[in-house]
């Protein structure tokens, strides 16, 4: 269905509108038709401008000549097509000019891009949007990239590593021993060796405790190394830190899928997730004698989203696992949210959510998507993969890749089970609030989430990764947070309350797509998205009416 065929049912002025919308069609007209000169002149002269630090690959004479023929044959097909958009749908929207001719361009790319020409809608893709900012290299995730071989280490490193070796068969010599492990440690991080033998070395000499958080640490900040990784699940095992142990491997084999020992840790993920779940059946069966024993009430949910849960209920919830509690919860937040029914939009938002979860490698979980009318950028995710989408991160965003990015990145929260790491610290009643936005009632401050800005970091890119897969824009999500972070610049978006400043995560996404080569050349589909967001749109505007206080008059 093209956007000049679609009509959005609002309430129209007491001015004459019929005149101001013959006004804005031949506006958009000529509008349209000069825009396509402009491109054809462009795209003839070849002054296309460099972008960002990926090189648009070099194009034959012939091969040349060719997709400028095709751009220019897809730009004509398409303003015939869409010589303009609804004026309705401009009203609605509120849009600039600018946006309007973005709009047109990126329509021609995704037409190409569709149709197999991909390097003609490349073209276009990096004519409309705009260059990166972040300058230099950062490897993300990581402060440097590890290495294991001391030749590799720099002077001071090198010598820390002697000094050790030095000392290391006289262990009277405390102190000789541990001193250079820490400062090589401490200086150079990226030497995997050196954080393994002074995580070993603190134990042996009884420090425990610090040791752990030694392992801890660079385990955080090297999570995909395998060697490393191993010590550190060890050492959950010893604290009998199950659960731990079982997400650090899984979350190993979604980042890694394609490792060679990606089988081994999934085995290892699976084990330690059985021993968890041995370790909640003996507490079960303490809870049940307890509660007998005490004439504990079970569980009741009553009007209260969380509703009390005894501690046996508590610890059966978690037993199920995941699906479970996401489950239990999702059935009640949908008796009581304001969700949109609207068909054509739940479609288009399942749609985008499964693609996302059929490359995530969590396919033990029931994905549901749900969309709340509320008109904030703001989204959460329940464990296993209940997931919840305010409609207004379908109205603020510009493209089908940035609504798909969010979408990823609440996928992956569910699949790196970061909401089940926060629900177990404590219990689900406990903890439950710093999953779901709508304890304190609902309204626009939604977000109390509390996952870590390692989660965070954790879920951007795993989240930009699964759209790059599904051969979106792989900046998409990066595009939603440049909207963000000018919504903040005049007040803090909910979506932000505990989430890393969308400038920092701006500049690490970069960071990500430009180091690993991802295509934010890809599809960006703006004309469903846009049809969407004027539904979407429609449907806020009615909440609001709805919601407007009635004046009686008195007779």
Same mark, same amino acid.
């Given at each position: 269905?093209? @956007?000049?065929?679609?009509?959005?049912?609002?309430?129209?002025?007491?001015?004459?509108?019929?005149?101001?919308?013959?006004?804005?069609?031949?506006?958009? !007209?000529?509008?349209?038709?000069?825009?396509?000169?402009l491109t054809s002149i462009s795209i003839t002269?070849?002054?296309?401008?460099?972008?960002? &630090?990926?090189?648009?690959?070099n194009i034959s004479n012939n091969h040349g000549?060719?997709?400028?023929?095709?751009?220019?044959?897809?730009?004509?097909?398409?303003?015939?097509?869409?010589?303009?958009?609804?004026?309705?749908?401009? %009203?609605?929207?509120?849009?600039?000019?600018?946006?309007?001719?973005?709009?047109?361009?990126?329509?021609?790319?995704?037409?190409?891009?569709?149709?197999?020409?991909?390097?003609?809608?490349?073209?276009?893709?990096?004519?409309?949007?705009?260059?990166?900012?972040?300058?230099?290299?950062?490897?993300?995730?990581?402060?440097?990239?590890?290495?294991?071989?001391?030749?590799?280490?720099?002077?001071?490193?090198?010598?820390?590593?002697?000094?050790?070796?030095?000392?290391?068969?006289?262990?009277?010599?405390?102190?000789?021993?541990?001193?250079?492990?820490?400062?090589?440690?401490?200086?150079?991080? &990226?030497?995997?060796?050196?954080?393994?033998?002074?995580?070993?070395?603190?134990?042996?000499?009884?420090?425990?405790?610090?040791?752990?958080?030694?392992?801890?640490?660079?385990?955080?900040?090297?999570?995909?190394?395998?060697?490393? @990784?191993?010590?550190?699940?060890?050492?959950?095992?010893?604290?009998? &830190?199950?659960?731990?142990? =079982?997400?650090?491997?899984?979350?190993?084999?979604?980042?890694?899928?394609?490792?060679?020992?990606?089988?081994?840790?999934?085995?290892?993920?699976? %084990?330690?997730?059985?021993?968890?779940?041995?370790?909640?059946?003996?507490?079960?069966?303490?809870?049940?004698?307890?509660?007998?024993? *005490? /004439?504990?009430?079970?569980?009741?949910?009553?009007?209260?989203?969380?509703?009390?849960? =005894?501690?046996?209920?508590?610890?059966?919830?978690?037993?199920? /696992?995941?699906?479970?509690?996401?489950?239990?919860?999702?059935?009640?937040?949908?008796?009581? #949210?304001?969700?949109?029914?609207?068909?054509?939009?739940?479609?288009?938002?399942?749609?985008?959510?499964?693609?996302?979860?059929? !490359?995530?490698?969590?396919?033990?979980?029931?994905?549901?998507?749900?969309v709340i009318k509320d008109e904030n950028i703001?989204?959460?995710?329940?464990?296993?993969?209940?997931?919840?989408?305010?409609?207004?991160?379908?109205?603020?965003?510009?493209?089908?890749?940035?609504?798909?990015?969010?979408?990823?990145?609440?996928?992956?929260?569910? !699949?790196?089970?970061?909401?089940?790491?926060?629900?177990?610290?404590?219990?689900?009643?406990?903890?439950?609030?710093?999953?779901?936005?709508?304890?304190?009632?609902?309204?626009?401050?939604? #977000?109390?989430?509390?996952?870590?800005?390692?989660?965070?970091?954790?879920?951007?890119?795993?989240? *930009?990764?699964?759209?790059?897969?599904?051969?979106?824009?792989?900046?998409?999500?990066?595009?939603?947070? !440049?909207? @963000?972070?000018?919504?903040?610049?005049?007040?803090?978006?909910?979506?932000?309350?505990?989430?890393?400043?969308?400038?920092?995560?701006? %500049?690490?996404?970069?960071?990500?797509? *430009?180091?690993?080569?991802?295509?934010?050349?890809?599809?960006? /589909?703006?004309?469903?998205?846009?049809?969407?967001?004027?539904?979407?749109?429609?449907?806020?505007?009615?909440?609001?009416?709805?919601?407007?206080?009635?004046?009686?008059?008195?007779?």
């Open positions: 269905m093209s @956007l000049k065929n679609h009509k959005f049912k609002i309430n129209k002025k007491k001015f004459n509108y019929r005149s101001k919308k013959i006004i804005i069609k031949a506006t958009l !007209v000529i509008s349209t038709s000069i825009l396509l000169i002269s070849g002054k296309l401008q460099a972008q960002d &630090q990926i090189p648009l690959e000549k060719q997709t400028e023929e095709i751009i220019k044959e897809t730009s004509k097909k398409t303003t015939e097509n869409n010589s303009y958009i609804d004026p309705e749908m401009i %009203e609605l929207l509120d849009l600039k000019p600018e946006e309007i001719a973005d709009y047109q361009q990126l329509l021609i790319a995704d037409g190409l891009y569709r149709e197999g020409n991909k390097k003609a809608a490349e073209k276009i893709y990096r004519q409309v949007k705009p260059s990166f900012q972040t300058k230099g290299y950062r490897e993300v995730g990581l402060k440097q990239i590890p290495i294991y071989n001391p030749s590799q280490l720099e002077p001071d490193g090198a010598v820390y590593w002697r000094l050790y070796q030095e000392a290391k068969d006289n262990k009277k010599l405390k102190s000789k021993i541990l001193a250079p492990l820490e400062l090589l440690v401490e200086n150079h991080p &990226q030497f995997i060796p050196g954080q393994i033998k002074y995580a070993e070395v603190l134990k042996f000499y009884g420090e425990n405790e610090k040791a752990f958080k030694v392992l801890t640490a660079a385990a955080e900040k090297y999570p995909n190394e395998p060697e490393l @990784l191993r010590v550190k699940i060890e050492a959950d095992r010893e604290q009998e &830190q199950w659960l731990q142990a =079982s997400l650090s491997a899984r979350r190993f084999v979604l980042f890694n899928p394609n490792h060679p020992q990606a089988p081994e840790f999934k085995q290892i993920a699976d %084990e330690n997730l059985e021993e968890y779940k041995d370790e909640l059946r003996g507490k079960l069966t303490e809870n049940a004698i307890l509660n007998v024993i *005490t /004439g504990g009430v079970g569980f009741a949910l009553t009007g209260n989203i969380l509703g009390p849960l =005894s501690a046996a209920e508590t610890t059966f919830l978690l037993l199920q /696992g995941e699906s479970a509690i996401g489950d239990r919860f999702a059935r009640r937040l949908t008796q009581v #949210l304001p969700l949109v029914e609207d068909e054509e939009v739940l479609q288009y938002v399942r749609e985008m959510g499964q693609e996302m979860a059929e !490359v995530a490698g969590r396919d033990e979980f029931n994905y549901e998507f749900y703001n989204a959460f995710a329940l464990p296993g993969g209940k997931i919840f989408i305010n409609a207004g991160a379908i109205s603020k965003t510009n493209s089908k890749a940035e609504i798909a990015g969010l979408m990823a990145h609440e996928v992956s929260h569910a !699949v790196l089970s970061h909401g089940f790491q926060l629900v177990t610290q404590g219990g689900v009643t406990a903890n439950l609030g710093r999953l779901v936005p709508f304890v304190g009632g609902i309204g626009s401050n939604l #977000l109390v989430l509390d996952y870590s800005r390692e989660m965070e970091e954790e879920a951007d890119i795993f989240g *930009t990764r699964l759209l790059a897969a599904n051969n979106y824009a792989a900046d998409g999500l990066r595009n939603l947070m !440049v909207i @963000l972070d000018e919504e903040n610049r005049e007040a803090p978006p909910a979506w932000l309350s505990t989430h890393p400043e969308p400038e920092s995560r701006v %500049e690490y996404m970069e960071s990500l797509i *430009t180091n690993n080569n991802l295509n934010r050349y890809s599809y960006e /589909g703006v004309e469903k998205h846009w049809q969407m967001r004027a539904k979407v749109k429609e449907i806020l505007n009615e909440k609001k009416e709805e919601e407007k206080p009635q004046l009686r008059i008195r007779r």
